[in-house]
């Protein structure tokens, strides 16, 4: 990574400009306000009286850039640090801290912590294809991670709180995550780990024609009316039964949650939802699927259009 950073992506703007250019752009310039991508129609707009990278649209007589509709709008940050955060965002494996980020860059921590975010809504991709598949293996499971802004109720106690030292549940954010064996996961913040809600999750989420594999929660009962379901009994001390498991989703959380301890230590709430993409990401672009730094900061690099992420005004508040 050392030796990546000596990249003049890093220290030179027209060179950071040029590289980001050529994979939001990877067909030439493409108007973000009205989708024009006819190159006769676009002009590069040069000279003093205009900036670097400025390009105008005759379809809508529109200016724009390579960052306008994108993560990156209206940052006073140079370009160069960003692509040195989103270089070192997808390099580490459980994640680096904005404070590392910090004071690599030079960045105060307020601006690092928010560029961050918004690299992590960059990460951000849309569940529209299915996992799984004819034959294909997909693992459910659940885990819970930090404590709750609120105390939770406990549906059985009458919307009493949870008693005092209970385990499971009590107090703690529900994540649900899907993987698919040799494949993709997806992963997700839920109020309440229940078995409507669950359920509502993996038929979403999962082909039907997949092979579902769980432990024996009752959240997942039901589930053979659907899918070719199949479940190890941990309670029992069963784990593996032939190519019956739930290793690959184990091995997804404890990478998660090392990264969540190990690195960022807190997490608000609110913005688990965003740490989730960022580990989701990068097990989707990992180096057994054929992804290197490289190209998964590429990939990321892509992920920038047509995403925003400001700061909340204080009339927002």
Not at 22 to 43: L, Q, S, Y
Not at 133 to 138: A, D, P, R
Not at 142 to 149: A, I, L, P, R
């Amino acid at each position: 990574m050392t030796d990546l950073l000596k990249n003049p992506i890093f220290h030179d703007e027209t060179k950071a400009r040029e590289w980001l250019e050529a994979r939001v752009w990877p067909e030439g310039p493409t108007c973000p306000h009205c989708g024009n991508a006819d190159k006769a129609k676009i002009k590069a707009l040069e000279g003093k009286a205009h900036r670097a990278g400025l390009f105008q649209c005759a379809e809508c007589r529109n200016q724009f850039t390579v960052t306008v509709k994108t993560v990156f709008e209206r940052s006073k940050i140079p370009l160069t640090k960003w692509l040195a955060a989103l270089f070192l965002m997808t390099a580490s494996k459980k994640g680096v801290s904005a404070h590392q980020v910090h004071r690599m860059l030079g960045v105060s921590y307020k601006s690092t912590w928010f560029m961050m975010h918004r690299l992590r809504e960059a990460m951000r991709t849309g569940g529209l294809v299915p996992l799984g598949g004819k034959g294909q293996i997909v693992e459910a499971d659940e885990t819970y991670f930090g404590k709750t802004e609120e105390p939770r109720v406990s549906p059985h106690r009458d919307g009493r709180p949870y008693k005092k030292g209970s385990r499971g549940p009590r107090n703690k954010r529900p994540i649900l995550a899907l993987v698919e064996r040799g494949g993709h996961v997806r992963s997700f913040h839920i109020p309440v780990a229940g078995q409507f809600i669950v359920q509502e999750i993996v038929k979403k989420n999962i082909a039907r024609e997949s092979r579902l594999m769980t432990d024996e929660s009752n959240l997942y009962n039901g589930m053979k009316a659907h899918y070719s379901h199949e479940t190890v009994k941990h309670t029992a001390n069963e784990y593996v039964r032939g190519d019956v498991s739930t290793n690959t989703i184990e091995s997804y959380f404890s990478v998660f949650k090392r990264g969540m301890k190990g690195t960022y230590q807190h997490c608000a709430e609110k913005h688990l939802h965003r740490y989730l993409a960022e580990f989701d990401f990068r097990y989707n672009n990992r180096i057994a699927l054929g992804v290197n730094d490289t190209m998964r900061a590429e990939e990321l690099a892509k992920g920038i259009v047509g995403k925003r992420l400001t700061y909340r005004r204080p009339d927002q508040a």
